[in-house]
């Protein structure tokens, strides 16, 4: 039997590295332990947040549904579908301690009685993306923009636009601009698909002791197969926390009454891709920062030595405003798809030739012409990906069933 994990964020490297590793191969092993999920497994990294095209997919909130009925709390919402899946496992280990003859695991079990956890709960993604942009903006405009030679570029809204895109340049990797980008970094939130659920708040997922409490309540193997019953993955790495198996026949099931009878529908029905967003997001930001920084700086002060006259003249340049929709109209869809395409390219980490670039344009804003944004901008998804190395499309992050076996589907 393996011993007990120790690992948490107080210990120095050598031990914690020692640890982790020991968990990595010891503790709820999936190759032992059935219905579980590793979200710390690269292979992983974007279960529940890219669709079967591996497109970043956010889900469509008029889906979600109430989960905490029996709180005071009524805030914690799910996909609808999740939601009804949740109902019936919380009332199924509600159950099974209930009674002297008929209970199944302890009243006492962490299991017995579970509740929605506030911790990592479904959030609207834009609440997130919005409050990144407004950091993103603030030392653009209080830091970039304060060089001499940086401020006096910008005149009007079309400069505002170009310094933009330099900051990004130089950013380059560290910070994702778009949500896009923000939905697939370090910076995004866990749970804004609502598949996700956890029953306990107080943050235990760097202390390993305290996951290992959670693996030898007497009700974890119940916990387990009641998960696998409703259509729900364990975290692995946090058994509190479960997580939508949308491949299982059971969570299939749970979806069909919503009118999606296979993953694809799911997908079609639930969820809304990213990079719809992206486009009007980023103009409506990018107005919406440029009337901030006039308000900020409405002027900058130009001096200039007059030779005859031996002294220095000072001139006030005023920006020049523009209106909401004068804006609108002038910046459309290809103006911002190219927008798009340049910041994408500077968080994949990736250049290209000018003639490279004009050629990936023309031909997307073709695609555009023919068939509509979406099919272009799908096309510059796939140019970029090339570009950055990753191919084709990568193994995609869903589980299939091969009999009662869970395995990796390689694309």
């Not at 290809?334 to 910041?343: E, G, P």
Request: proline share 4%; hydrophobic share 40%; charged share 30%.
């Amino acid at each position: 039997m393996p011993r007990k994990p120790i690992a948490d964020n107080s210990y120095g490297a050598k031990t914690l590295f020692r640890e982790r590793s020991y968990y990595k191969s010891e503790i709820l092993n999936p190759r032992q332990q059935g219905n579980v999920i590793d979200l710390w497994n690269p292979v992983f990294r974007d279960y529940g947040k890219v669709n079967l095209q591996n497109q970043r997919v956010r889900i469509d909130p008029r889906f979600l549904k109430k989960m905490a009925r029996d709180q005071s709390d009524d805030s914690s919402f799910a996909l609808n579908f999740v939601a009804d899946a949740w109902s019936d496992l919380r009332d199924y280990c509600a159950a099974a301690s209930e009674g002297p003859r008929n209970q199944v695991i302890r009243a006492d079990s962490r299991y017995a009685k579970i509740k929605v956890s506030r911790q990592n709960m479904w959030k609207p993604l834009e609440n997130s993306y919005h409050d990144h942009l407004r950091l993103i903006f603030n030392p653009f405009v209080t830091e970039f923009l304060q060089f001499h030679e940086h401020r006096k570029r910008v005149r009007t809204i079309k400069d505002f636009l170009e310094m933009f895109l330099q900051y990004a340049r130089d950013l380059r990797l560290a910070v994702p601009l778009t949500k896009t980008g923000f939905t697939d970094s370090k910076y995004g939130p866990v749970n804004f698909n609502g598949l996700m659920i956890e029953i306990e708040g107080n943050k235990l997922h760097a202390d390993d002791g305290a996951k290992w409490d959670w693996i030898n309540d007497g009700g974890f193997n119940f916990w387990v197969r009641g998960c696998a019953m409703h259509g729900f993955l364990v975290d692995r790495n946090a058994p509190w926390r479960i997580i939508a198996n949308l491949e299982s026949k059971k969570m299939a099931k749970y979806a069909e009454p919503y009118g999606a009878n296979s993953l694809p529908q799911m997908f079609d029905k639930f969820f809304l891709l990213t990079f719809e967003d992206d486009l009007e997001e980023l103009k409506t930001f990018m107005y919406a920062f440029y009337r901030s920084y006039l308000r900020f700086e409405p002027y900058f002060m130009e001096h200039k030595f007059l030779v005859n006259h031996k002294r220095t003249e000072t001139t006030q340049n005023f920006r020049i405003a523009i209106d909401k929709q004068s804006f609108f109209k002038k910046y459309g869809d290809l103006f911002w798809m190219r927008f798009w395409f340049l910041l994408r390219s500077h968080e994949y980490g990736v250049s290209f030739s000018d003639n490279k670039q004009k050629d990936i344009l023309r031909t997307a804003f073709k695609i555009e012409k023919e068939l509509d944004i979406n099919a272009a901008m799908g096309y510059i998804v796939r140019v970029l990906r090339k570009a950055a190395g990753l191919g084709g499309p990568p193994e995609k992050t869903f589980i299939r069933r091969e009999g009662d076996r869970q395995i990796i589907v390689k694309s």
